[in-house]
Nanobody, 125 residues
Framework: QVQLVESGGGLVQAGHSLRLSCAASGRAVSSWALGWFRQAPGQERVFVAAISWNGNTDYADSVKGRFTISRDNAKNTVELQMNSLKPGDTAVYYC???????????????????WGQGTQVAVST
């Protein structure tokens, strides 16, 4: 079992940046896919970005060019650099891990088996 803990959320103005981090424990996740999803109030949890075990990345169209996902296998962490934030990015952001997802398409949340508790990101105008 993998435990995931997110950090780095907060309140920022539109156009500014935030960096989210997620630390995994319980086992090494170097061979697992790591991802970020987000859920706005009253909406479903949706895919944001993922990075496969070999470093391939996938992004939702809404964040492509603004967000960057990266991983550090030595530290068992994954990060999400979010630039040019918009009010529409406001949501709870969840870190996720899975040892089956191989990348190359935009996954549904149901495809990831391990989840963090989430961190709030709020973007004001």
């Amino acid at each position: 079992q993998v435990q995931l803990v997110e950090s780095g959320g907060g309140l920022v103005q539109a156009g500014h940046s935030l960096r989210l981090s997620c630390a995994a424990s319980g086992r090494a996740v170097s061979s697992w896919a790591l991802g970020w999803f987000r859920q706005a109030p009253g909406q479903e949890r949706v895919f944001v970005a993922a990075i496969s075990w070999n470093g391939n990345t996938d992004y939702a169209d809404s964040v492509k060019g603004r967000f960057t996902i990266s991983r550090d296998n030595a530290k068992n962490t994954v990060e999400l650099q979010m630039n040019s934030l918009k009010p529409g990015d406001t949501a709870v952001y969840y870190c996720a891990a899975d040892n089956g997802y191989r990348g190359g398409y935009l996954p549904d949340a149901s495809e990831f088996s391990s989840w963090g508790q989430g961190t709030q990101v709020a973007v004001s105008t």
